[in-house]
């Protein structure tokens, strides 16, 4: 094995830099039809060391789980996507190995496939959350104003920093896996399966995350089970790498949604009934499928109040690449369309949404979707006065408001909008309770009084590390030197769960804080070392029956509200952003700098996906000419953004933050760019061909 | 067919076929891993080196058009003061980088800041445009490009005297 000089607990090596004595390649055959099945796969001819494996090879279940779906390792009777494996190819030569992938004839009994999912049949509904408040239907029938709209909004790369990849080996008499994911006991649990060997013969030692947004949580898992396998079968350490292509043509992507809004207005104005339809098209497997209704459903409910509502949430079955979270699990779908539905209903009644949203938000004590009275104040107000004082966004807004209603013609006057937004992110535990285990960190305080935190907890930077260590340094009265993290290998370290949902600064680091306490209450009676473990056992799962919903939607909320200025370019049309403010309540901020760049990070890419990044699946999810054309914004034309969290209370929790820019910059963005284009936008992003076109209809 | 080229101030030679690229060559011949080769098409930055004190991309450049060149890599780089300037300088900003894009960056500020002693803003971002990756704070990398601008005209002007 090749490693760094010097091993750094914070920087793990990376799958692509793993090299282990002896170590061959393997490549992906993948299916060439979306919907069917396989009649016969036709290896080339292979060269002396070459092996081609196939399902029947698996020792174990040619399947894996995950959140209450399963997928096949190797699909073989019923190909549900175009590029699924089929099988594998080993060997000494990667680029052969592409070759001789490429070469393989999959021969298959090719079925009709569904791409279709805006409109759909019943059997490609994989998951439906249905919940009703009061009466919409009367609440609709006697309002003053009713609007309806359609939201839509494009699939998006993760664009991780590293391609996902796995290598396997043989340790004695354990397979080691090697890869980068978000939940590493998934991996072990999966490969174990797959392998038809005890979860204690797996063991998993994650490799550099970096950045992920949540696009790590599972499929690492799919990989690292085609590198045991290929392992197992060949008795040689195998690595699978994918390339930064085939990533983008294969793996998942975040989900495509359509919401339909519907919201009637009573005589003064205010929000009377809601009705919302969503539909997500999560792909060929609907992993997590419920978990994003049902984030969604909260975040279209728990921010106004409305005493008649009703929403539809569906997950639609494609024969597309599996799609779904990015950058959070599903709220942010619902935030754009809410968000800039209420600003154009605003807008029609002419008032500035900034302040119809604090006639309408919800207050403490005020029900909510489940039933139950809202525990803690919304901090609407503070937010929004913060925000528009950094951004000037009432004058701002008047003033284009204005320029607007003005404009005679097309491209007349100045182009510039302002758009407004505000949302929340709940972190902490899923609300669909397909993932019900007990979550633990342990802590040792060793004889040479250094602290040892166990966790396998993922991080994809240093600063949660940092987190964690200085709340076990406050608590223990340590130097921070003296609080390392255990790296996360599963022999090592306790599950402690899939790190999403912004658990990593929630849950992980509640855990360690107790876990401290616990030593630090027995420190002086007894002798070291002090071993203490901290359990999370998961709340009851949110209960869906016959339109009442029951349950707690989340752990702890931050909250946050972006204003986005921007404008057209007179000639193009192409939106310029000209500024992004964000103010967040996001509880104790531990590291104010670190947190600020966080959001920024988060902001660059939430405009980003407003602007330029796109995947326009078809047959497949992405197309050769799409990967060629897709790319991060450049970092010379994004705009200066400005971040400011409210003052925390003296009790405030730690929250999770990096959802917050996703779900509030696109509705910001939209609303933006359609008061500058002076044409209403419904989907994201906006071609300057589109804004073009909308500008030209009076 | 063998070649000779300089690596990181080193004359080295190794044997290659016309079909193999830079960065494959850097990697697995002389187990270079600050750069990798992740898209194979010059996009994403992450292979980037300096190739008689240009920034180019080695995973699109065959290994055969090196020949006699000189190649800097990050392993070569970080022997240097500049390196150190350019660390420090991050360092003292805090630039986080996710640790994929870290040798990029680097070797990008290096290439601008040979050019331009006191850059703008907006030439930093452009330049560092060539490392495109979802961890970067543009407003933390400016203000560490300055910074380490500033740590590296205060060691020349002390050298020249």
Redesign the interface.
Known sequence: M?RREKPDEN?PI?T??LTVEGMIHAATVRSPVARGSVRSIEFPRLPTGYRGILPEDIPGANTMTCFGASIPVLAHDSLSYAGEPVALITGPDP?LLEELAAATKVLCEAEEALFSWESFSSEQVAAKRVAVLGDPDLAFSIAETVLEDDYTSKALEH?????QGAAASYDYDKMAVWCATQWPYHVRDSVALVLGCKQEEVSVRPT?L??H?DGKLWYPSLLACHAALASFVCGRPVKLML???EDFLYTPKRARSSVNVRTALGRGGDLAGLDLRIAINVGAYPLLAEEMLGQAVFAATCVYACPNLRVEAYAVLTNHPPMGPFGGLGASHSFFALETHLNRLASLKGEDPMDWKSRNVLHKGQTILTGEPLKDEVPYAAIAEKLAAMSDYRRKYACYELVRKRRGGRGEGPLRGIGFSFAYQGSGPFLSGEDSNAYTVEAVLDKDLHAWLRTSAAV????VLGIWRRRAAKILGLPLEAISVVPPLTDNVPNSGPSTLSRNVTVVNRLVGRACEAIQKRRFRDPLPLTAKSVYRVPRPILWEEGRVRGSPFDTAAWAAAAVELELDPWTFEPRPIGVWMCLDGGEIVQS??AA??V??GA??ALGACMRERVDPTERLGHREEY?RY??E???E?P??SVAFLEPGRRAAVKGIGELPFNTIPAAFLSALSQAGGAPFTSLPVAAAEIIRATETP | MTLSFILNGEDVSARVRSVDRLSDLLREHFGLLGLQSDCRGGRCGRCLIMLGGRLVPSCILPAFRIRGMEVVTIEGFSQTDEYQDIVAGFKSAGVETCGFCDSAKILATATLLERRTRPTNAEILEQLSVAPCRCTDPETLVHGVQAAAERRARRLYHRAR
């Open positions: 090749r920087r990376t692509g830099d680029v664009y991780y920093s590293e391609p550099r970096g950045v947004l390339t930064r292509e994809g930077s240093d600063g700098e670190r760049a966080a920024r990070i660059f890419d060629f790319g991060l450049p970092l010379d994004l200066p953004i």
